[in-house]
């Protein structure tokens, strides 16, 4: 089973190209459905038929898994057994036919803009880590950027000059990116007064980097924002991904349309999208109960 499971991460990675996050979510749900299989004394897939993937999945719920982590498991397997067929190494798929638990979507948490003003307006840009974190957050809010593909970005992926930027997002899948003055600005002085002193001679090639001259992780990217929002009195859940639900919605606020957004967000399925419109139909309705005689 292991060498089934490693030769299945090896195609996600190369044939799929897919990120090392979501290959480790793949191989962390496989081995822990390849545990319950053990516990069950099941030593061969063909034996591990549609009713104990049933039994695995309400485990799983038994042990209080919420609804979206158990989809999350159960499209593991699908992809899993899928390829197994594919391979010529299972004459079938026993989750075929199975279906997804239902879920409620959750809208996202989004900032104001007076929000988002406070936050960027925390660091402290007379040092080389406060020019940094300006620039990063700049850059969150300008791009909507996911955070791992903010701390994956290097130097030569920015252009000032035409005021974008050229990430990888998710499946290997490239997007340029443009952004604002601003961002261009704090970035330009970054660039130019904060990232060579913290690299303090070494040789790296990330845009963002940390007080060690290497670069910056998403922990690290995620522990910055915390600082920041609790400095600025925000809620504490505010993560880097707070910015991007945050940049998509007030573009959709004023008057951006549904596809460039999509485009802009880097999201493969527009259905992705449309849940920023509950949001700002939420905001519409606020509006019109507040504004309109009759309301």
Not at 184 to 190: D, G, T, V
């Given at each position: ?8 991460l ?40 549609r ?13 209080g ?16 057994y ?13 989750t075929?036919?199975?279906?997804s ?22 660091p ?19 791009s ?152």
């Amino acid at each position: 089973m292991q060498q089934l499971l490693d030769d299945f991460l090896y195609y996600l990675a190369v044939e799929r190209g897919l990120a090392e996050n979501t290959l480790a979510s793949y191989h962390s749900d496989l081995e822990q459905y390849f545990n319950y299989l053990a516990e069950a004394k099941v030593t061969s897939l063909e034996d591990a038929g549609r009713g104990l993937i049933v039994a695995y999945l309400v485990r799983l719920q038994q042990q209080g898994r919420s609804p979206a982590t158990i989809c999350r498991h159960l499209a593991a397997l699908r992809s899993f057994y899928q390829f197994l067929v594919r391979e010529g190494v299972l004459a079938s798929d026993p989750t075929a036919t199975m279906e997804s638990p239902r879920q409620a979507r959750k809208l996202p948490r989004v900032l104001t803009v007076e929000e988002v003003e406070l936050l960027l307006n925390q660091p402290r840009t007379k040092t080389p880590a406060g020019l940094r974190d300006k620039a990063m957050l700049e850059l969150l809010y300008a791009s909507g950027l996911r955070v791992s593909e903010l701390v994956s970005l290097n130097v030569d992926q920015v252009n000032l000059q035409e005021a974008y930027v050229r990430c990888v997002g998710k499946g290997a899948r490239e997007r340029v990116v443009p952004i604002g003055p601003v961002a261009c600005f704090y970035l330009k002085a970054y660039l130019e007064h904060g990232r060579g002193r913290l690299l303090k001679g070494r040789k790296e090639t990330a845009l963002f980097i940390n007080q060690q001259g290497k670069r910056l992780s998403r922990q690290g990217c995620w522990k910055i924002i915390k600082a920041y929002a609790r400095a600025a009195g925000l809620p504490r859940n505010i993560t880097p991904h707070t910015l991007r639900h945050s940049f998509a919605t007030h573009l959709l606020e004023n008057g951006a349309d549904l596809r460039s957004v999509q485009e802009l967000l880097g999201h493969a399925d527009i259905s992705t999208t449309q849940i920023y419109t509950h949001l700002t139909q939420k905001k519409i309705r606020e509006i019109y109960n507040h504004t309109h005689p009759r309301a």
